[in-house]
């Protein structure tokens, strides 16, 4: 027997490419399992094969826990440890103390045994020695042959009994793999399974286009042209954006190729995906122009603190510019990192002349100033108090229609402004639900704002007295504005209402 052990352990590591020591491990468990079938499952039971004979001892044990412990649950596999050393044993909390018993022999049963642990090492050995191989290998493309197809994805061949499966979710969709075919993928991450570890790849992750890229422009290997970033639609359309390191390099058409054959065999390898090549640009404003390709943007504000942009294009060419389900806006949001809001060249000037009336009036109301100062302020680029009040003098001082006393006025009253609109609680910024109130536009609810009004809650809890003493706000228009505020209320007392007259009307259990 103790031959016939080692004969099988040896046969199997070599067929098998598997470490003797893992086979051993899984003849021993064979033993033991086969050892508690004799005796009884309950009790716990450890073999040992001697590596260099093949002999091997069977013995029972029993593990020392606390008296106190509410894990004890068997007399069979635990010992407490007050029973312990009466019995005059040395053995501390956690230990295992065993006795030999009879060793049942390597026969039938339990060479079946062994046969089904063994396989099942095996596999697992295998698999780890596959992960090891790939570990290096996440974040760059593989190829692979098509196993099978089921509910979880596609299952690929990667060589050397490796596998790797495409989830649902990381498929081009509505891509056709049929058994045998050859696909390539992007190697996402080495997953922890209940089955061991899993390899999954991608075909719809951004690095996939751009990986797929590189392989085909020997241009972005030699770092002589870098990709900036990407943005997909899997299956659909794509924007990439890529920069040239030296001069007189065209980034686009070494992307394209000849011909357009570069770019072709990345759309072929993308079940045909358009993708467009953006130039990169360190101006932000210029390469969201460059994104929104191909349409043609007309005009852009940007706002930094809200990290937006408006984007104004010509009203025949608004669909385009959107996308279609707004794709084209959508992926160049994506790959700027920018928030794009298209509107056609008419609604993007009247907002412009909205914000600028309302930044006009800000300042004009809050610096005591006639509408040229707060013009000039608008126009070198100033929109808010906090700019006014704490940007260095220096960038002030180059305003040519300004001096010294008017540059320090102004920057006092600003000052002094912030700390009465803290007082008040106005932060100068109109809330959501004001900007979307009915009778609602920009300019007014900047003014509100700027009282400490920012919410319709706010206004809802105003007389008509205390509107009107805000620029522009006469007693009909503030009566308006504050029943339109004040219109959620009675909306809750008539639901109230109606609840309590169902509540009335219903009949009671003795009455039903």
Not at 109 to 115: L, R
Not at 255 to 269: D, L, P
Not at 366 to 391: K, M, N, Q, R, S
Request: proline share 3%; charged share 30%; with cysteine.
């Amino acid at each position: 027997m103790s031959k016939e052990i080692l004969y099988v352990v040896d046969a199997v590591s070599n067929e098998k490419n598997v470490d003797a020591d893992i086979i051993f491990d899984a003849v021993e468990t064979a033993l033991a399992t086969a050892t508690r079938k004799r005796f009884g499952m309950e009790i716990d039971v450890r073999v040992s094969i001697d590596r260099e004979s093949g002999d091997y001892e069977t013995f029972r044990r029993w593990q020392v826990i606390d008296d106190e412990d509410p894990e004890f649950e068997s007399p069979e596999r635990q010992i407490l440890i007050s029973y312990a050393k009466d019995k005059g044993l040395d053995a501390d909390i956690g230990d295992y103390i065993e006795e030999q018993i009879e060793s049942v022999e390597f026969g039938r049963i339990a060479a079946q045994t062994a046969k089904q642990v063994i396989v099942q090492r095996v596999r697992q050995a295998e698999r780890e020695r596959v992960v090891e191989a790939f570990m290096d290998r996440v974040g760059q493309l593989v190829l692979g042959t098509v196993k099978r197809t089921d509910r979880r994805g596609i299952v690929l061949d990667m060589g050397e009994n490796a596998e790797a499966i495409i989830p649902r979710e990381e498929m081009i969709p509505r891509e056709n793999a049929r058994v045998g075919d050859r696909m390539r993928g992007l190697l996402k991450e080495i997953r922890e399974d209940i089955r061991g570890p899993q390899m999954i790849i991608s075909r719809t992750d951004n690095n996939f286009l751009i990986e797929l890229l590189k392989l085909e422009v020997p241009e972005i290997g030699q770092e002589l042209i870098d990709i900036m970033g990407a943005a997909r639609d899997p299956g659909s359309r794509a924007k990439i954006a890529v920069r040239a390191n030296v001069p007189n390099l065209d980034p686009i058409g070494a992307c394209v190729g000849m011909r357009g054959s570069r770019i072709q065999t990345v759309t072929n390898e993308l079940s045909n995906e358009r993708v467009d090549i953006i130039p990169w640009d360190d101006d932000v404003a210029r390469f969201t122009i460059n994104a929104m390709q191909p349409a043609t943007v007309t005009s852009i504000v940007v706002d930094e603190d809200q990290h937006s942009m408006d984007i104004g294009v010509d009203q025949e060419k608004l669909s385009q510019a959107i996308g279609k389900g707004g794709q084209n806006v959508r992926l160049a949001s994506e790959l700027t990192g920018w928030t794009l809001n298209v509107m056609s060249e008419d609604d993007a000037e009247q907002k412009a002349q909205q914000e600028t009336a309302a930044i006009i009036g800000l300042f004009s109301e809050h610096l005591d100033v006639d509408e040229e100062v707060a013009t000039i302020l608008h126009e070198e680029g100033f929109t808010t108090l906090d700019e006014v009040a704490y940007v260095p003098v220096e960038e002030m001082a180059q305003i040519d229609e300004f001096d010294e006393d008017i540059i320090e006025e102004l920057r006092s009253r600003a000052r002094n402004a912030l700390l009465t609109l803290a007082i008040s609680g106005g932060n100068g910024k109109p809330a959501k639900d004001l900007l979307e109130m009915d009778g609602m536009n920009d300019e007014l609810a900047q003014k509100l704002a700027t009282a400490g009004i920012c919410t319709m809650e706010d206004l809802a809890e105003q007389s008509i007295d205390e509107l009107t003493v805000i620029n522009g706000i006469d007693d009909a228009m503030a009566g308006e504005l504050i029943m339109t505020a004040r219109a959620p209320w009675f909306a809750d007392e008539d639901t109230s209402e109606d609840d309590a007259a169902n509540t009335d009307s219903a009949p009671s259990a003795s009455e039903a």
